[in-house]
Protein backbone atom coordinates (compact mmCIF):
# COMPACT_ATOMS: atom_id res chain seq x y z
CA UNK A 1 0.00 0.00 0.00
CA UNK A 2 1.08 3.30 -1.20
CA UNK A 3 -1.49 6.35 -0.64
CA UNK A 4 -4.38 6.08 1.72
CA UNK A 5 -6.91 9.37 1.22
CA UNK A 6 -8.60 10.27 4.10
CA UNK A 7 -12.46 11.63 3.37
CA UNK A 8 -13.83 14.42 4.97
CA UNK A 9 -17.40 16.08 4.61
CA UNK A 10 -19.65 18.41 6.36
CA UNK A 11 -23.43 20.18 5.67
CA UNK A 12 -25.55 21.83 7.11
CA UNK A 13 -27.82 18.96 7.78
CA UNK A 14 -25.36 17.63 10.36
CA UNK A 15 -25.10 21.33 12.00
CA UNK A 16 -26.88 19.98 14.97
CA UNK A 17 -25.72 16.79 15.81
CA UNK A 18 -22.42 18.87 16.96
CA UNK A 19 -19.16 18.90 17.09
CA UNK A 20 -18.18 15.38 16.34
CA UNK A 21 -18.97 16.00 12.75
CA UNK A 22 -16.55 18.62 12.09
CA UNK A 23 -13.88 18.75 9.46
CA UNK A 24 -11.50 18.73 12.40
CA UNK A 25 -12.78 15.99 14.63
CA UNK A 26 -12.71 14.05 11.65
CA UNK A 27 -9.25 14.71 10.84
CA UNK A 28 -8.29 13.92 14.33
CA UNK A 29 -9.71 10.95 14.25
CA UNK A 30 -8.90 9.27 10.62
CA UNK A 31 -4.86 10.43 11.67
CA UNK A 32 -5.51 8.67 15.07
CA UNK A 33 -6.54 5.25 12.87
CA UNK A 34 -3.24 5.40 10.86
CA UNK A 35 -1.01 5.73 13.86
CA UNK A 36 -2.80 3.12 15.79
CA UNK A 37 -2.19 0.72 12.72
CA UNK A 38 1.38 0.28 11.56
CA UNK A 39 0.12 -1.41 8.22
CA UNK A 40 0.29 2.34 7.59
CA UNK A 41 3.62 2.85 8.09
CA UNK A 42 5.78 5.00 5.42
CA UNK A 43 2.18 5.61 3.73
CA UNK A 44 1.60 8.79 1.83
CA UNK A 45 -1.64 11.09 2.98
CA UNK A 46 -4.22 12.48 0.83
CA UNK A 47 -6.73 14.57 2.18
CA UNK A 48 -10.20 15.18 0.48
CA UNK A 49 -12.46 17.49 1.98
CA UNK A 50 -16.25 18.72 1.37
CA UNK A 51 -16.82 21.37 3.23
CA UNK A 52 -20.94 22.63 3.05
CA UNK A 53 -22.20 19.87 0.64
CA UNK A 54 -24.88 17.07 1.14
CA UNK A 55 -24.11 13.44 0.81
CA UNK A 56 -27.17 12.92 -0.97
CA UNK A 57 -25.51 12.64 -4.12
CA UNK A 58 -21.48 12.76 -5.60
CA UNK A 59 -21.89 15.98 -7.13
CA UNK A 60 -18.89 17.13 -4.32
CA UNK A 61 -15.70 18.45 -5.80
CA UNK A 62 -13.63 16.98 -3.46
CA UNK A 63 -15.76 13.66 -3.43
CA UNK A 64 -15.05 13.66 -7.65
CA UNK A 65 -10.99 14.62 -7.37
CA UNK A 66 -10.92 11.31 -4.77
CA UNK A 67 -12.73 9.13 -6.92
CA UNK A 68 -10.78 10.09 -10.22
CA UNK A 69 -7.76 9.06 -8.41
CA UNK A 70 -8.97 5.93 -6.75
CA UNK A 71 -7.17 2.98 -8.44
CA UNK A 72 -4.58 5.08 -9.91
CA UNK A 73 -2.92 7.03 -7.16
CA UNK A 74 -5.30 6.03 -4.43
CA UNK A 75 -5.01 2.61 -3.12
CA UNK A 76 -7.06 2.74 0.45
CA UNK A 77 -10.03 5.89 1.43
CA UNK A 78 -10.61 6.28 5.15
CA UNK A 79 -13.69 7.79 6.48
CA UNK A 80 -15.27 8.12 9.62
CA UNK A 81 -18.38 6.54 8.77
CA UNK A 82 -20.32 5.37 5.89
CA UNK A 83 -22.22 8.97 5.81
CA UNK A 84 -19.20 10.60 5.55
CA UNK A 85 -18.81 8.79 2.44
CA UNK A 86 -22.37 9.10 0.80
CA UNK A 87 -25.94 9.07 1.88
CA UNK A 88 -27.61 7.27 -1.21
CA UNK A 89 -27.86 3.50 -0.60
CA UNK A 90 -27.64 2.29 -4.20
CA UNK A 91 -24.81 4.85 -4.82
CA UNK A 92 -22.36 3.77 -1.67
CA UNK A 93 -23.53 0.03 -2.08
CA UNK A 94 -22.36 0.12 -5.68
CA UNK A 95 -19.26 1.93 -4.90
CA UNK A 96 -18.24 -0.59 -2.20
CA UNK A 97 -19.44 -3.57 -3.89
CA UNK A 98 -18.50 -3.29 -7.48
CA UNK A 99 -16.50 -0.44 -8.14
CA UNK A 100 -13.78 -0.24 -5.51
CA UNK A 101 -13.00 -4.54 -5.48
CA UNK A 102 -12.73 -3.54 -9.44
CA UNK A 103 -10.64 -1.02 -8.86
CA UNK A 104 -8.66 -2.87 -5.75
CA UNK A 105 -9.20 0.30 -3.81
CA UNK A 106 -9.31 -0.84 -0.24
CA UNK A 107 -12.26 0.98 1.86
CA UNK A 108 -12.41 1.67 5.56
CA UNK A 109 -15.43 3.53 7.68
CA UNK A 110 -13.37 4.11 10.69
CA UNK A 111 -16.83 3.84 13.21
CA UNK A 112 -18.77 1.19 11.82
CA UNK A 113 -15.66 -0.95 11.76
CA UNK A 114 -16.03 -1.96 8.18
CA UNK A 115 -12.75 -2.44 6.27
CA UNK A 116 -13.10 -3.93 2.80
CA UNK A 117 -9.64 -5.55 3.06
CA UNK A 118 -9.99 -7.85 6.17
CA UNK A 119 -12.38 -10.80 4.56
CA UNK A 120 -15.71 -8.78 4.67
CA UNK A 121 -16.32 -10.97 1.57
CA UNK A 122 -16.95 -9.94 -1.81
CA UNK A 123 -20.62 -9.00 -1.51
CA UNK A 124 -21.52 -5.62 0.69
CA UNK A 125 -23.11 -7.40 4.18
CA UNK A 126 -26.45 -6.87 5.43
CA UNK A 127 -25.73 -4.47 8.49
CA UNK A 128 -23.93 -2.33 5.82
CA UNK A 129 -26.87 -2.03 3.69
CA UNK A 130 -28.90 -1.24 6.18
CA UNK A 131 -27.25 1.07 7.54
CA UNK A 132 -26.89 2.99 4.19
CA UNK A 133 -30.55 3.11 4.04
CA UNK A 134 -30.95 4.24 7.25
CA UNK A 135 -28.54 6.92 6.25
CA UNK A 136 -30.84 7.85 2.89
CA UNK A 137 -34.04 7.83 5.22
CA UNK A 138 -32.60 10.33 7.88
CA UNK A 139 -31.14 12.51 4.92
CA UNK A 140 -34.84 12.69 3.38
CA UNK A 141 -36.00 13.51 6.93
CA UNK A 142 -33.36 16.01 7.90
CA UNK A 143 -33.99 17.64 4.43
CA UNK A 144 -37.56 18.25 4.68
CA UNK A 145 -37.01 19.74 8.85
CA UNK A 146 -34.45 22.25 6.96
CA UNK A 147 -37.05 23.00 3.96
CA UNK A 148 -39.65 24.14 7.03
CA UNK A 149 -37.45 25.91 9.00
CA UNK A 150 -36.07 28.14 5.64
CA UNK A 151 -39.68 28.23 4.89
CA UNK A 152 -40.24 29.40 8.56
CA UNK A 153 -37.12 32.16 8.23
CA UNK A 154 -38.45 33.42 4.69
CA UNK A 155 -41.69 34.10 6.50
CA UNK A 156 -39.84 36.03 9.35
CA UNK A 157 -37.96 38.12 6.64
CA UNK A 158 -34.92 36.13 6.53
CA UNK A 159 -32.64 36.45 3.49
CA UNK A 160 -31.12 33.07 2.66
CA UNK A 161 -29.28 33.06 -0.02
CA UNK A 162 -25.17 32.72 -0.01
CA UNK A 163 -24.91 36.54 -1.32
CA UNK A 164 -27.05 38.92 -1.72
CA UNK A 165 -28.96 40.03 -5.32
CA UNK A 166 -27.06 43.44 -6.80
CA UNK A 167 -28.04 46.90 -5.07
CA UNK A 168 -27.68 44.86 -1.43
CA UNK A 169 -25.42 43.60 0.93
CA UNK A 170 -25.21 41.36 3.44
CA UNK A 171 -25.41 42.89 6.98
CA UNK A 172 -22.61 42.32 9.44
CA UNK A 173 -24.30 43.21 11.90
CA UNK A 174 -27.62 41.61 12.11
CA UNK A 175 -27.78 37.63 10.49
CA UNK A 176 -29.77 37.12 7.50
CA UNK A 177 -30.33 40.70 7.15
CA UNK A 178 -29.74 43.02 3.81
CA UNK A 179 -28.56 46.32 3.97
CA UNK A 180 -28.14 48.69 0.99
CA UNK A 181 -25.33 48.52 -1.37
CA UNK A 182 -24.88 52.38 -2.17
CA UNK A 183 -23.20 52.44 -5.52
CA UNK A 184 -25.10 49.74 -7.16
CA UNK A 185 -28.35 51.17 -5.44
CA UNK A 186 -27.63 54.55 -7.41
CA UNK A 187 -27.47 52.65 -10.65
CA UNK A 188 -31.08 50.71 -9.76
CA UNK A 189 -32.47 54.01 -9.05
CA UNK A 190 -30.91 55.14 -12.47
CA UNK A 191 -32.36 52.28 -14.20
CA UNK A 192 -36.01 52.65 -12.99
CA UNK A 193 -35.79 56.73 -13.22
CA UNK A 194 -35.22 56.34 -16.99
CA UNK A 195 -37.54 53.41 -17.29
CA UNK A 196 -40.02 55.85 -15.80
CA UNK A 197 -39.47 58.63 -17.96
CA UNK A 198 -40.35 55.79 -20.74
CA UNK A 199 -36.91 54.60 -22.27
CA UNK A 200 -37.08 50.91 -23.37
CA UNK A 201 -34.88 48.20 -21.35
CA UNK A 202 -32.66 48.21 -24.68
CA UNK A 203 -32.23 51.94 -24.63
CA UNK A 204 -31.69 51.98 -21.07
CA UNK A 205 -28.17 49.49 -21.46
CA UNK A 206 -27.29 51.78 -24.02
CA UNK A 207 -26.77 54.20 -22.19
CA UNK A 208 -25.35 52.48 -18.87
CA UNK A 209 -22.32 51.03 -21.85
CA UNK A 210 -21.83 54.32 -22.82
CA UNK A 211 -21.13 55.87 -19.49
CA UNK A 212 -19.23 53.03 -18.20
CA UNK A 213 -21.07 52.03 -15.69
CA UNK A 214 -19.82 48.26 -14.95
CA UNK A 215 -22.74 45.72 -15.33
CA UNK A 216 -24.12 43.38 -12.39
CA UNK A 217 -21.02 40.53 -13.24
CA UNK A 218 -18.49 42.91 -13.92
CA UNK A 219 -19.23 44.48 -9.97
CA UNK A 220 -19.53 41.56 -8.49
CA UNK A 221 -15.44 40.96 -10.32
CA UNK A 222 -13.91 44.51 -9.17
CA UNK A 223 -15.58 43.75 -5.74
CA UNK A 224 -14.59 39.89 -5.56
CA UNK A 225 -17.77 38.21 -4.98
CA UNK A 226 -18.27 36.34 -8.19
CA UNK A 227 -16.14 33.60 -6.42
CA UNK A 228 -18.68 32.94 -3.48
CA UNK A 229 -20.08 29.73 -3.36
CA UNK A 230 -23.31 29.60 -4.37
CA UNK A 231 -22.47 32.68 -7.12
CA UNK A 232 -22.49 31.07 -10.53
CA UNK A 233 -20.31 33.01 -12.76
CA UNK A 234 -22.90 33.51 -15.20
CA UNK A 235 -24.18 36.69 -17.31
CA UNK A 236 -23.15 39.72 -19.39
CA UNK A 237 -19.71 41.71 -19.19
CA UNK A 238 -21.90 44.94 -20.25
CA UNK A 239 -25.46 45.56 -20.05
CA UNK A 240 -27.76 43.66 -22.08
CA UNK A 241 -31.80 44.28 -22.45
CA UNK A 242 -32.59 41.09 -20.85
CA UNK A 243 -30.48 42.16 -17.67
CA UNK A 244 -31.97 45.86 -17.22
CA UNK A 245 -35.53 44.29 -17.40
CA UNK A 246 -34.76 41.59 -15.21
CA UNK A 247 -33.73 44.57 -12.47
CA UNK A 248 -37.05 46.38 -13.66
CA UNK A 249 -39.26 43.53 -13.10
CA UNK A 250 -37.42 42.95 -9.42
CA UNK A 251 -39.62 43.22 -6.75
CA UNK A 252 -37.64 43.14 -3.77
CA UNK A 253 -36.31 47.03 -4.62
CA UNK A 254 -39.36 48.09 -3.06
CA UNK A 255 -38.46 46.46 0.28
CA UNK A 256 -39.95 43.05 0.35
CA UNK A 257 -38.74 39.70 -0.06
CA UNK A 258 -40.27 36.68 -2.46
CA UNK A 259 -39.03 33.03 -1.53
CA UNK A 260 -40.67 29.51 -1.93
CA UNK A 261 -40.81 30.05 -5.99
CA UNK A 262 -39.41 26.71 -6.54
CA UNK A 263 -39.62 23.19 -4.72
CA UNK A 264 -37.38 20.64 -4.27
CA UNK A 265 -39.11 17.52 -6.00
CA UNK A 266 -36.29 15.00 -5.32
CA UNK A 267 -33.37 15.35 -3.17
CA UNK A 268 -31.16 13.22 -5.06
CA UNK A 269 -31.15 14.94 -8.14
CA UNK A 270 -31.30 17.99 -6.91
CA UNK A 271 -34.40 18.63 -9.54
CA UNK A 272 -36.75 21.47 -8.60
CA UNK A 273 -40.04 22.64 -9.46
CA UNK A 274 -41.75 26.07 -10.30
CA UNK A 275 -44.69 26.53 -8.37
CA UNK A 276 -48.05 28.85 -8.72
CA UNK A 277 -47.71 32.56 -6.96
CA UNK A 278 -50.03 31.83 -4.97
CA UNK A 279 -48.21 29.62 -2.90
CA UNK A 280 -44.69 31.82 -2.98
CA UNK A 281 -43.91 33.25 0.22
CA UNK A 282 -43.59 37.44 0.87
CA UNK A 283 -42.52 39.14 3.40
CA UNK A 284 -43.33 42.88 3.72
CA UNK A 285 -40.88 45.76 4.70
CA UNK A 286 -37.96 43.30 5.37
CA UNK A 287 -35.12 45.65 4.33
CA UNK A 288 -34.53 49.13 3.10
CA UNK A 289 -36.20 50.08 -0.13
CA UNK A 290 -34.16 51.54 -3.10
CA UNK A 291 -36.90 52.33 -5.02
CA UNK A 292 -40.58 53.23 -3.90
CA UNK A 293 -43.60 51.12 -4.52
CA UNK A 294 -45.14 54.17 -7.23
CA UNK A 295 -41.79 54.08 -8.27
CA UNK A 296 -41.72 50.25 -9.09
CA UNK A 297 -45.57 50.23 -10.34
CA UNK A 298 -44.92 53.47 -13.06
CA UNK A 299 -41.65 50.91 -14.37
CA UNK A 300 -44.41 47.93 -14.83
CA UNK A 301 -46.52 50.44 -16.79
CA UNK A 302 -43.89 50.97 -19.31
CA UNK A 303 -42.58 47.30 -19.32
CA UNK A 304 -46.56 46.34 -20.14
CA UNK A 305 -46.60 48.71 -22.36
CA UNK A 306 -43.69 47.83 -24.93
CA UNK A 307 -44.75 43.92 -24.31
CA UNK A 308 -48.23 44.63 -25.63
CA UNK A 309 -46.68 45.94 -28.60
CA UNK A 310 -44.80 43.35 -29.61
CA UNK A 311 -45.91 41.66 -31.85
CA UNK A 312 -46.19 37.52 -31.69
CA UNK A 313 -43.27 35.61 -32.96
CA UNK A 314 -43.30 33.78 -36.03
CA UNK A 315 -42.12 30.24 -36.75
CA UNK A 316 -38.95 30.60 -36.93
CA UNK A 317 -36.66 27.82 -39.02
CA UNK A 318 -33.59 29.14 -38.12
CA UNK A 319 -33.92 29.86 -33.94
CA UNK A 320 -31.29 28.91 -32.05
CA UNK A 321 -28.80 28.12 -34.64
CA UNK A 322 -28.12 31.28 -36.10
CA UNK A 323 -24.78 32.74 -34.58
CA UNK A 324 -23.22 36.14 -34.56
CA UNK A 325 -19.45 35.11 -35.22
CA UNK A 326 -18.61 38.70 -33.61
CA UNK A 327 -20.05 37.25 -29.91
CA UNK A 328 -21.66 34.04 -30.09
CA UNK A 329 -25.19 35.44 -29.32
CA UNK A 330 -28.31 33.98 -31.33
CA UNK A 331 -29.24 36.26 -33.66
CA UNK A 332 -32.91 37.54 -33.16
CA UNK A 333 -35.55 37.45 -36.47
CA UNK A 334 -36.66 41.31 -37.14
CA UNK A 335 -40.63 40.44 -38.73
CA UNK A 336 -40.95 42.96 -41.18
CA UNK A 337 -42.14 43.16 -44.82
CA UNK A 338 -38.46 41.74 -45.60
CA UNK A 339 -38.07 39.81 -42.77
CA UNK A 340 -34.09 40.30 -41.59
CA UNK A 341 -31.62 38.86 -38.85
CA UNK A 342 -29.32 40.88 -36.26
CA UNK A 343 -27.12 41.09 -33.30
CA UNK A 344 -28.81 42.26 -30.29
CA UNK A 345 -25.80 43.30 -29.07
CA UNK A 346 -25.28 45.96 -30.95
CA UNK A 347 -28.02 47.66 -29.09
CA UNK A 348 -25.88 47.82 -25.78
CA UNK A 349 -22.28 48.02 -27.38
CA UNK A 350 -22.70 51.08 -29.97
CA UNK A 351 -18.97 50.36 -31.34
CA UNK A 352 -19.54 46.76 -31.74
CA UNK A 353 -18.68 45.12 -34.94
CA UNK A 354 -22.47 43.40 -34.25
CA UNK A 355 -23.88 46.87 -35.40
CA UNK A 356 -22.52 45.51 -39.48
CA UNK A 357 -24.95 42.02 -39.07
CA UNK A 358 -28.11 42.68 -41.28
CA UNK A 359 -28.79 39.91 -43.06
CA UNK A 360 -32.16 39.47 -45.31
CA UNK A 361 -34.02 35.86 -44.69
CA UNK A 362 -35.01 35.16 -47.68
CA UNK A 363 -30.89 35.75 -49.33
CA UNK A 364 -30.02 33.50 -46.23
CA UNK A 365 -32.64 30.60 -47.35
CA UNK A 366 -31.26 31.32 -50.54
CA UNK A 367 -27.81 30.83 -49.68
CA UNK A 368 -29.02 27.41 -47.43
CA UNK A 369 -30.44 26.15 -49.97
CA UNK A 370 -27.60 26.34 -52.27
CA UNK A 371 -25.29 25.08 -49.52
CA UNK A 372 -26.97 22.00 -48.61
CA UNK A 373 -27.25 20.53 -52.49
CA UNK A 374 -23.42 21.46 -52.79
CA UNK A 375 -22.40 20.30 -49.47
CA UNK A 376 -24.56 16.89 -49.76
CA UNK A 377 -23.88 16.05 -53.30
CA UNK A 378 -20.21 16.11 -52.34
CA UNK A 379 -20.53 14.23 -49.08
CA UNK A 380 -22.19 11.66 -50.88
CA UNK A 381 -19.75 11.78 -53.50
CA UNK A 382 -16.96 11.70 -50.74
CA UNK A 383 -18.82 8.30 -49.29
CA UNK A 384 -19.05 6.84 -52.31
CA UNK A 385 -15.35 7.28 -53.13
CA UNK A 386 -13.92 6.37 -49.81
CA UNK A 387 -16.05 2.64 -50.35
CA UNK A 388 -14.52 2.18 -53.10
CA UNK A 389 -11.19 2.87 -51.99
CA UNK A 390 -11.68 0.67 -48.72
CA UNK A 391 -13.20 -1.82 -50.62
CA UNK A 392 -10.62 -1.99 -53.09
CA UNK A 393 -8.13 -2.46 -50.02
CA UNK A 394 -9.85 -4.82 -48.68
CA UNK A 395 -9.91 -7.52 -51.75
CA UNK A 396 -6.48 -6.55 -51.78
CA UNK A 397 -5.97 -8.38 -48.41
CA UNK A 398 -8.26 -11.23 -49.26
CA UNK A 399 -5.98 -11.97 -52.79
CA UNK A 400 -2.83 -11.98 -50.49
CA UNK A 401 -4.56 -13.91 -48.28
CA UNK A 402 -5.28 -16.70 -51.29
CA UNK A 403 -1.86 -16.23 -52.13
CA UNK A 404 -0.73 -17.14 -48.66
CA UNK A 405 -2.58 -20.46 -48.80
CA UNK A 406 -1.06 -21.48 -52.16
CA UNK A 407 2.42 -20.75 -50.57
CA UNK A 408 1.46 -23.09 -47.64
CA UNK A 409 0.30 -25.89 -49.88
CA UNK A 410 3.32 -26.07 -51.67
CA UNK A 411 5.11 -25.80 -48.10
CA UNK A 412 3.15 -28.83 -47.69
CA UNK A 413 4.05 -30.69 -50.90
CA UNK A 414 7.75 -30.10 -50.35
CA UNK A 415 7.18 -31.42 -46.84
CA UNK A 416 6.03 -34.67 -48.49
CA UNK A 417 8.90 -34.78 -50.94
CA UNK A 418 11.70 -34.50 -48.23
CA UNK A 419 9.96 -37.11 -46.49
CA UNK A 420 9.98 -39.57 -49.33
CA UNK A 421 13.30 -38.53 -50.46
CA UNK A 422 14.40 -39.43 -46.38
CA UNK A 423 15.96 -35.79 -46.45
CA UNK A 424 13.80 -35.56 -43.19
CA UNK A 425 12.06 -37.82 -40.25
CA UNK A 426 8.35 -38.50 -40.40
CA UNK A 427 8.04 -36.36 -37.08
CA UNK A 428 9.32 -33.26 -38.97
CA UNK A 429 7.34 -34.30 -42.01
CA UNK A 430 4.20 -34.27 -39.88
CA UNK A 431 5.10 -30.96 -37.94
CA UNK A 432 5.96 -29.26 -41.10
CA UNK A 433 2.49 -30.39 -42.65
CA UNK A 434 0.55 -29.41 -39.31
CA UNK A 435 2.03 -25.92 -39.22
CA UNK A 436 1.12 -25.11 -42.86
CA UNK A 437 -2.73 -26.37 -42.65
CA UNK A 438 -2.84 -24.61 -39.04
CA UNK A 439 -1.27 -21.06 -41.11
CA UNK A 440 -4.20 -22.02 -44.19
CA UNK A 441 -6.96 -22.14 -41.59
CA UNK A 442 -6.10 -18.73 -40.10
CA UNK A 443 -6.05 -17.26 -44.21
CA UNK A 444 -9.35 -18.69 -44.31
CA UNK A 445 -10.55 -17.22 -41.09
CA UNK A 446 -9.09 -14.07 -42.47
CA UNK A 447 -10.89 -14.09 -45.60
CA UNK A 448 -14.50 -15.02 -44.31
CA UNK A 449 -13.70 -11.62 -41.75
CA UNK A 450 -12.75 -9.54 -44.91
CA UNK A 451 -15.80 -10.67 -46.70
CA UNK A 452 -17.67 -10.01 -43.57
CA UNK A 453 -15.91 -6.34 -43.26
CA UNK A 454 -16.38 -5.64 -47.15
CA UNK A 455 -20.26 -7.02 -47.11
CA UNK A 456 -20.96 -4.03 -44.08
CA UNK A 457 -18.85 -1.22 -45.66
CA UNK A 458 -20.92 -1.98 -48.90
CA UNK A 459 -23.97 -1.89 -46.70
CA UNK A 460 -22.78 1.19 -45.18
CA UNK A 461 -22.08 2.83 -48.06
CA UNK A 462 -25.73 2.96 -49.45
CA UNK A 463 -26.94 3.79 -46.24
CA UNK A 464 -25.51 6.80 -46.22
CA UNK A 465 -25.77 7.70 -49.90
CA UNK A 466 -29.31 7.03 -49.10
CA UNK A 467 -29.75 9.20 -45.82
CA UNK A 468 -28.19 11.91 -47.76
CA UNK A 469 -29.39 11.93 -50.82
CA UNK A 470 -32.81 12.47 -50.32
CA UNK A 471 -31.65 15.91 -49.59
CA UNK A 472 -29.23 16.76 -52.61
CA UNK A 473 -32.27 18.21 -54.34
CA UNK A 474 -34.80 19.95 -51.79
CA UNK A 475 -37.45 22.34 -53.15
CA UNK A 476 -38.26 23.55 -49.67
CA UNK A 477 -36.07 24.48 -46.93
CA UNK A 478 -37.50 23.06 -43.70
CA UNK A 479 -36.99 23.23 -39.75
CA UNK A 480 -36.46 19.51 -40.10
CA UNK A 481 -33.87 19.76 -42.84
CA UNK A 482 -31.49 22.50 -41.27
CA UNK A 483 -31.81 20.78 -37.79
CA UNK A 484 -30.87 17.54 -39.78
CA UNK A 485 -27.62 18.21 -41.91
CA UNK A 486 -26.84 21.98 -39.88
CA UNK A 487 -25.26 22.44 -36.41
CA UNK A 488 -24.66 26.07 -36.54
CA UNK A 489 -24.93 29.05 -38.62
CA UNK A 490 -22.36 32.13 -37.89
CA UNK A 491 -22.80 35.10 -39.31
CA UNK A 492 -19.53 37.59 -39.47
CA UNK A 493 -19.99 41.29 -40.02
CA UNK A 494 -20.35 41.72 -43.64
CA UNK A 495 -22.61 39.22 -43.49
CA UNK A 496 -20.72 36.25 -44.30
CA UNK A 497 -21.68 33.32 -43.12
CA UNK A 498 -20.12 30.08 -42.10
CA UNK A 499 -21.79 26.57 -41.50
CA UNK A 500 -20.66 24.08 -39.26
CA UNK A 501 -22.88 20.29 -40.59
CA UNK A 502 -23.98 17.94 -38.75
CA UNK A 503 -22.48 14.97 -40.91
CA UNK A 504 -18.90 16.64 -41.46
CA UNK A 505 -15.98 17.96 -39.80
CA UNK A 506 -15.71 20.80 -42.84
CA UNK A 507 -17.12 24.27 -42.36
CA UNK A 508 -18.51 25.63 -45.09
CA UNK A 509 -18.05 29.19 -45.92
CA UNK A 510 -19.78 31.46 -48.23
Given at each position: ???V????????????E??????????????????????????????????????????????????????K?????????????????????????????????????V???????????????????????VY????R??????????Q???????????????????????????????????????????????????????????????????????N???????????????????????????????????????????????????????????????????????????????????????????????????????????????????????????????????????????????????????????????????????????????????????????????????????????????????????????????????????????????????????Y???????????????????????????????????????
Amino acid sequence: METVALYMRLSSEDDHEGESNSIGNQRDLLHSYIKEHREFDGCSILEFTDDGYSGVNFERPGIQKLLSLAGKTVDCILVKDFSRFGRNLLEVGDYLDQIFPFLGVRFIAVNEGYDSGKGMGSSVSLDVSLKAMVYEMYSRDVSEKVRSVKQAKMRKGEYQCAIAFYGYKRSEAVKNKLEIDEPAAEIIQKIFHMAGEGMRPSQIALELNRKGIPSPLMYRRVNHTDGLRGWKVAGDAVWMRENVRRILLDERYTGCLMGHKRMTADIVTKRTESLPKEEWIVAENTHDAIVSEAEYAKAQKVIKHYTLQKPQKPFQKFRGILKCACCGRVLVRKARKKPYFICLTARSIKDSDCIKIHLEEAELEEVMSEAIRTQVQLSAGNVSGLAKKVDIDLQKEIKDCQVAISRYKVIQVAAFEDYAEGRISKQEYLSRKQEAAGHQEEMKSCILALNDQSAKQREWSAEQGASLGKYAFIKELTREVLIALVKEIRVCGDNRIEIQWNFCEEVYIM
